[in-house]
T-cell receptor, first 112, second 116 residues
Framework: DQQVKQNSPSLSVQEGRISILNCDYT??????FLWYKKYPAEGPTFLIS?????DKNEDGRFTVFLNKSAKHLSLHIVPSQPGDSAVYFC???????????FGRGTSLIVHP | ETGVTQTPRHLVMGMTNKKSLKCEQH?????MYWYKQSAKKPLELMFV???????ENNSVPSRFSPECPNSSHLFLHLHTLQPEDSALYLC???????????????FGDGTRLSIL
């Protein structure tokens, strides 16, 4: 049973518009959430994270929102750029473990 | 050289061969991980080493054998693999967070393994 779910396998967005990637989780013990980006033939790279004591964290064009009551988080990229085209993985972990649980990933394509 | 380095990048082997994957990190981390990534599946955690001690083994078949000789190096020894073992094998490292800090994992670029 997947504890971290990314239900959209792919997303296509026009350059300059907003990209919204969604992630749901089932384990209420999760208290730290991360997003990773992965280009083909490369390993995932850390993008942004959020602790459960916050509901928003922003870093440049990237913002992560956390809704604890809904067990949902989302990654907003604005404005989207063609270089953002990659697979985005959501991950979560609980305070008792430093080992994250990953979702299946969402493939984002940003069209010029 | 910085980051997490994996060798080889690509490996093709027969089911009766024995080979090893190597991972090296230059980040001063004390935890290292092996993941398997198959198409359209989540990253599957295989093994975790913290301070050179194996702390997690996620029901991985014995044909995969990890080795962590020191905190900078991690190996995955392979023998008599099956075609379904063909996948991207990713190594990662991190601080294990026991001090309370939330540190992300740093990944290598993976070894693309094909079993004939």
């Amino acid at each position: 049973d997947q504890q971290v779910k990314q239900n959209s396998p792919s997303l296509s967005v026009q350059e300059g518009r907003i990209s919204i990637l969604n992630c749901d989780y089932t384990n209420s013990m999760f208290d730290y959430f991360l997003w990773y980006k992965k280009y083909p033939a490369e390993g995932p790279t850390f993008l942004i994270s959020i602790s459960s004591i916050k509901d928003k964290n922003e870093d440049g064009r990237f913002t992560v929102f956390l809704n604890k009551s809904a067990k949902h988080l989302s990654l907003h990229i604005v404005p989207s750029q063609p270089g953002d085209s990659a697979v985005y993985f959501c991950a979560a972990r609980s305070g008792g473990s430093y080992i994250p649980t990953f979702g299946r990933g969402t493939s984002l394509i940003v069209h010029p | 050289e910085t980051g997490v380095t994996q060798t080889p990048r690509h490996l093709v082997m027969g089911m009766t061969n024995k080979k090893s994957l190597k991972c090296e990190q230059h980040l001063g981390h004390n935890a290292m991980y092996w993941y398997k990534q198959s198409a359209k599946k989540p990253l599957e955690l295989m093994f975790v080493y913290s301070l050179e001690e194996r702390v997690e083994n996620n029901s991985v078949p014995s044909r995969f054998s990890p080795e962590c000789p020191n905190s900078s190096h991690l190996f995955l020894h392979l023998h008599t693999l099956q075609p379904e073992d063909s996948a991207l094998y990713l190594c990662a490292s991190s601080q294990d967070g026991r001090g309370g800090s939330n540190q992300p994992q740093h990944f290598g670029d993976g070894t693309r393994l094909s079993i004939l």
